[in-house]
């Protein structure tokens, strides 16, 4: 059964020896007593807790000396009223105390003690009981302290945790000494102090400060302190590594501070910064601003650094400067960084300046942010005047034909997201009524993660080049208009003697004239040949001249397209002969009308057999074919079994005076006038060309070099007149020495 705590209250003894058994296994406990009970007669103590001085009384004894944590007690006890007074004053100082009779084993605990414990008044404390309430953690470092305690008569200071009667933990001061007779520990003493907030403020501190020191760590950020009372300056270990100093100190904590005299850090400084960061500093203490500067600092090794710093002044409640807390971080990358920054800026706009070109930039929304020298001069607007200005207010654009205004780059550009050119023939109306002529191009200006910051818009002057265009297209115009005047007037003037030498010759070789020998109707027949040429030259160059003129005539009416088929392959039938050419037509059945003129059709169909016939060597094969399209047009295809055209030559056979080399251009090739075909100017396909377009159509080249050629082209069908049947001898196949027509289904 417990027992009442005041049957543990008896007159402490001085014994001459201590038990070693007991001295090893006592452990001193500040442990929680219950609150003071009336008519009971308890240990109290009072403790300064600065210098951890304890003042016990025991009801038979009163303290003949004090020592740090034990008292030796030999005289009479002091009054109820001191008693009382301690009673108060260890309350009002939170602290407990506690004894230990390490003869008998007799442990006194006080009132606040069994407090501090929250232990009930009829808890009889031993030193096993007392054991337990310390934690795991803890227990080992009471027991060696106790022990030291006990064997060297030092007492100790610590603190520990406890785990309450209600399970909840406290953190306990525990201040104890020991009692020597004659060397021997007899008796310990000592108190508890509830110290839970002050341990939890110092934890709270503590964490608050490894944040601190891992954020600066982390940014390489120095903190110091100058204390302006006493004019000592106190840096942690980043402020001397920003200053390319080696600490001299040994100190486990690398964090912590050191002090030096102001004085050694402004050794550091910069020449040039020297007294700009000393005004600056003397400005915050005299509370005009806080200190915000940057400076430069000289390494032992003689590098410089930028250094930025910051820092606050705290005074007292007069007002009165007492110390400045602040911060130091280097910023050498971020200058240097800026520097570079600064000069590619400075590059930028210098070459922007010199450059011929106008260049305007703007936001997202169209609004002028700025224009280099070129584009002031040619819109009349400073970039000061411009800036925020919409685009369309300082960049009048109207086309040079009808005046009207044309649609904005910048805009176009920042609406699509895309680059843009201006539209052709675009002039630039200045805003002090200059006009020119311009080219240009707007390209988005877009960040990192690719949004639209806004778009720059880069023209030049081409107000010359666009006036010389003119007036050399105009002077080509004229050229073209008196060469052709010139080549119709010789044509016209050629046609009168050609005809009369072929009509001549033609006599001759008829034998109206007299007889001729076999040599000298080869002779006539080479003369009738090129005058033949020389007659199908003059009408190229009278077909191209009034195309050019506009004097070209197209009759388009409904015509049988198998009909010039058969025509042209008459006409052509002469000069395929001489070189062994068969040729062979393939019309469909039932083809519709084409809506075409017809002289012209022949004439596109003589141009492109002449053109296979020269081409495809002798025993060769040329042949017609005429389809219907899905597309509602005639397809006409003349092909060849000749050396075919190059792929890189397929593209200009079209031109105006552009010629493939044919066989008479090789090297082996004799210089042969009655050669089969005919030698042109080089204006044969062109003027297919044109006459295919001219109505409706489309022509093109296929092949494969080595394989031949095909011409194809197109004429639009006539949809008014219903197709008929062709004629039936063209729906015959008629067998001919160098010719095959054939009209199939």
Avoid at 203 to 210: R, Y
Avoid at 213 to 240: K, P
Avoid at 663 to 677: F, I, L, V, Y
Wanted: glycine residues 8%; contains cysteine.
């Amino acid at each position: 059964m417990p027992t009442s705590p005041s049957a543990s209250f008896k007159p402490w003894h001085a014994l001459a020896s201590a038990a070693t058994g007991a001295a090893a296994t006592c452990l001193l406990f500040g442990f929680i007593g219950a609150p003071h009970t009336n008519g009971l007669n308890l240990l109290c103590a009072v403790i300064s807790v600065p210098a951890a001085a304890v003042l016990l009384f025991k009801l038979t004894r009163t303290p003949r000396s004090v020592s740090h944590a034990w008292v030796e007690l030999t005289q009479p006890h002091p009054s109820g009223k001191a008693e009382a007074l301690l009673d108060k004053t260890g309350r009002i100082a939170g602290v407990g105390g506690w004894e230990v009779d390490l003869i008998t084993g007799e442990v006194i605990w006080s009132l606040h003690t069994f407090e501090l414990h929250g232990a009930p008044l009829d808890f009889v404390p031993t030193l096993e009981t007392g054991l337990s309430f310390y934690d795991e953690p803890s227990r080992p470092i009471i027991a060696a302290a106790v022990e030291t305690a006990c064997r060297t008569g030092r007492g100790w200071d610590l603190e520990l945790s406890i785990i309450r009667f209600d399970k909840r933990r406290v953190w306990v001061r525990t201040v104890g000494g020991v009692e020597m007779k004659e060397g021997k520990a007899v008796g310990l003493v000592g108190t508890f102090q509830d110290v839970t907030a002050r341990v939890a403020e110092r934890v709270a501190l503590s964490e608050a400060n490894e944040r601190l020191t891992l954020a600066t760590d982390s940014g390489r950020i120095g903190i110091f302190e100058w204390d302006l009372v006493n004019n000592v300056l106190r840096c942690d270990r980043w402020m001397h590594r920003l200053h390319g100093i080696e600490r001299t100190d040994n100190r486990a904590d690398a964090s912590a501070n050191i002090q030096y005299d102001p004085l050694d850090w402004r050794q550091h400084l910069h020449s040039e910064d020297h007294e700009r960061v000393i005004s600056a500093m003397q400005d915050a203490i005299a509370g005009n601003t806080d200190y915000d500067t940057e400076f430069r600092i000289l390494w032992p090794d003689g590098s410089i650094r930028n250094i930025r710093a910051a820092g606050q002044v705290t005074r007292d409640a007069h007002g009165k400067p007492l110390r400045m807390i602040g911060a130091n971080w280097d910023v050498t990358e971020a200058r240097r960084l800026t520097a570079e920054l600064a000069q590619q800026n400075e590059l930028l706009r210098v070459t922007l300046h010199s450059i011929g070109d106008g260049v305007i930039t703007t936001d997202a929304q169209g609004n002028v942010v700025w224009l280099n020298s070129v584009a002031e001069r040619m819109t009349g607007w400073t970039s000061e005047e411009a800036l925020a200005r919409p685009i369309a207010s300082i960049f009048n654009i109207v086309n040079y034909v009808t005046r009207r205004p044309v649609e904005n780059p910048i805009m176009t550009c920042i609406a699509t997201g895309v680059a843009g050119k201006l539209a052709p023939d675009t002039i630039l109306l200045s805003r002090d009524g200059a006009r020119f002529g311009i080219d240009d191009s707007a390209a988005p200006i877009r960040g990192e993660q690719g949004e639209l910051l806004g778009a720059v818009l880069v023209f030049h002057d081409v107000t010359e080049q666009r006036r010389l265009f003119y007036e050399t297209t105009r002077m080509a115009k004229v050229e073209l208009k008196l060469k052709d005047d010139f080549l119709s007037r010789v044509s016209h003037e050629l046609r009168s003697p050609l005809t009369s030498i072929y009509s001549f010759t033609s006599i001759i070789a008829d034998d109206l004239a007299g007889n001729t020998t076999s040599q000298q109707q080869e002779y006539l027949q080479i003369v009738l040949k090129n005058v033949d040429q020389l007659q199908s030259m003059i009408e190229d160059l009278l077909t191209v001249t009034q195309a050019n003129e506009g004097k070209l005539s197209i009759d388009l009416k409904p015509i049988q397209l198998s009909e010039c088929v058969t025509d042209a392959l008459h006409t052509i039938q002469g000069p395929a002969s001489s070189k062994q050419i068969a040729l062979r037509s393939n019309c469909e059945k039932s083809l519709p009308l084409a809506l075409a003129d017809p002289t012209r059709i022949l004439q596109i169909l003589i141009i492109l057999l002449d053109n296979a016939v020269k081409f495809t060597p002798e025993g060769g094969l040329i042949g017609v074919k005429a389809s219907q399209t899905d597309g509602g047009f005639l397809l006409v295809q003349v092909s060849d079994t000749g050396r075919g055209i190059p792929p890189e030559k397929r593209a200009r056979v079209f031109e105006h005076l552009y010629q493939v080399p044919g066989p008479e251009h090789s090297e082996n090739a004799q210089s042969d006038t009655s050669r089969a075909g005919r030698n042109g100017l080089g204006l044969g396909l062109h003027i297919a060309h044109d006459l295919v377009v001219r109505q409706g159509g489309q022509i093109w080249i296929t092949g494969e070099l080595g394989n031949g050629s095909t011409f194809s082209f197109t004429l639009p069908i006539h949809r008014e007149t219903p197709s008929f049947e062709p004629q039936a001898d063209l729906a015959q196949t008629t067998e001919l020495p160098a010719l095959t027509t054939a009209q199939v289904s």
